[in-house]
């Protein structure tokens, strides 16, 4: 006998997480900036015809409704994704584009997409934007904008390998049938949620009594600015290994961010603005490859939190340390994990109340800076829209506060970094000196 | 302090409630509960089952589709699967390896990890 059970792809359940990702969106969006979102960028070979690829991706995102949906609340009081039953009356994703002289330099195409991912979306239905940047006749570059509400960076890799794959009719069908367009109002296992709470509870309540430093938010600016850090396939193999001697095998989260502690400490010791410690919030993705496959739409991540001592920060080995130890304690003590099932009880709140909430118990205490490092990468096509890709980074927009980010990517065997931070945050030398810096040390290996 | 003390208070509101579905009886732990302080002494081969099933639950697929020579990061693993296989070794086998060098020869496949562990692991 076939057992059907009814769910509707117009209604999709937000996780906790999902809401977590929404309250910091309302956050930023407070603080007068454009809210939670990120850009993806192909560069790519030669260039290809707009014309085809606006036709297409207006076919293509036909087939998501829920692109066009909006955060909702039910009858049981559990929030949720409402989409369109049909996307026949819906206004396609915006397709701007931009040609730049033949002589542009990367810095004027890094203007066009910084212009990009600064602008809002028009309507709280619009969650995507397309923006291709002409650059001569031998690069161009596609930036997608989208929102975390909906896509997170990995499933935005995942979204643009889709529309590849069914542009290019490879495997698409098979492909589509396993994503999930479904979630459970996740209704049940109060008792483990509240469990899991009490210990996420402790770790905000040590959080708030520590003293982050922390660069205070610029007057009179609306926007980020990013500084973004590319490294050549020998230069990527040199920082893994170098990641390997220090840290240990795979351990690359605690080297990259020994680096980027130890020169940012640099920038707060010029200001004489250093506090004791750093606080570090942490985006890990437990995602495995398949479930990438399957879960491309909203968030699948949670979040860890270090703290290093100011006092050690000049000192690698000892950061690095401190930082494997505060991985191995919230791996053992499965923050990560009870932070996401707890999270699903403040889906209660709404999200000013919540944003509120998060404000009072951490005490204003914000992250010093906000750091992800995306694992292998989930757009694996080598052409898009027939053009070579040639690399493949995101530009994201850190939640405000702290408006301040280190972002490590990979794409084949190339690393990129991004230093996204609030326009006014840093001064140009000071994002200049950083990000050369951040560089020099990372493709140095072990030197300071 | 405050969502501490709301955490609380609903936890006492919670244990007076009725959950609505059954508990998980791992309480999300996998199998990790059966296997603390085995009983009797294990060789590189039941080590390395162990270990294949557990990484197989970290990368949510089949453990007969896990290949004992694969490099882990070729499997996908990250930085964060990989402390919790560290975990989950110390919770399994009572051995810490977070401080040891943690280099490749002895962590990059499941069998050089499997071998590594049953040396360390105290004599019957």
Known sequence: MKVCLPYSRKKRYLTGIDWVVLTLNQMTRRAGYPGNSSQIVLELAGGFSVDRFQSSIRDFCALFPLLYGRPARCWNLAPYWRAPSSTAREKPPRVEVHYLPENAS??????????????????????????????????????????????????????????????????????????????????????????????????????????????????????FRFRLIHFSSEESAAILDAAEREAGYL??????????????????????????????????????????????????????????????????????????????????????????????????????????????VLKGNFATFGFSAIGSCSFTSPRFMDADVLNLFHMPLIPVPPGLGFIVTRYGDRLNAAIPYLDGMLTREEADGLARQVRESLVAGSGH | MLAGNAFDSLLRFAKYSTPLQ???????????????????????????????????????????????????????????????????????????????????????????????????????
């Open chain 1, 251 to 360: 351990l690359l989260t605690p080297y990259l961010l020994s680096r980027f502690i130890y020169h940012l400490q640099a920038v707060f010791k010029a200001r004489q603005a250093l506090a004791p410690e750093h606080l570090i919030s942490v985006s890990v993705d437990h995602r495995t490859a398949e479930a990438a496959a399957r879960d491309v739409f909203f968030n699948h991540m949670s979040f860890l939190f270090f703290r290093v001592p100011s006092g050690i920060a000049d000192d690698h080995d000892r950061v690095i340390h401190i930082l494997k130890q505060q991985m191995y304690e919230q791996a053992k003590s499965r923050f990560s994990h009870n932070l996401a099932d707890a999270s699903m009880l403040m889906r209660i709140l709404p999200l000013s109340v919540f944003s509120h909430l998060r404000q009072v």
């Open chain 1, 106 to 223: 990367r810095d004027d195409v890094m203007d066009v997409l910084t212009k990009a991912v600064n602008a809002p979306f028009l309507s709280p239905r619009d969650h995507l934007a397309f923006h291709v940047v002409f650059a001569g006749q031998a690069k161009c570059f596609l930036g997608m904008t989208f929102d975390h509400g909906l896509l997170d960076a990995g499933g935005a890799e995942t979204f643009l390998d889709l529309f590849q794959s069914w542009q290019s009719q490879t495997g698409f069908e098979e492909r589509y049938r396993q994503i999930a367009f479904t979630e459970p109002a996740h209704l049940c296992n109060w008792r483990r949620r509240f469990d899991a709470g009490r210990g996420v509870g402790n770790l905000m309540r040590a959080l708030s009594h520590s003293k982050p430093c922390s660069l205070p938010l610029p007057s009179g600016s609306n926007s």
């Open chain 2, 22 to 124: 059954r508990e998980d009886p791992s309480n999300g732990q996998g199998d990790m509960k059966d296997v603390n302080t085995p009983e009797q002494p294990l060789d590189a081969a039941a080590v390395q089952a162990r270990l294949t099933r557990e990484i197989a639950a970290i990368l949510a697929v089949k453990p007969d589709t896990i290949k004992p020579d694969a490099p882990l990061h070729s499997l996908g693993i990250d930085s964060m699967g990989f402390v919790e296989i560290l975990v989950f070794i110390e919770k399994t086998f009572n051995l810490n390896l977070m401080e040891s060098g943690l280099d490749r020869q002895h962590f990059s496949t499941i069998r050089a990890l499997a071998a590594c562990v049953s040396e360390k692991l105290p004599a019957p």
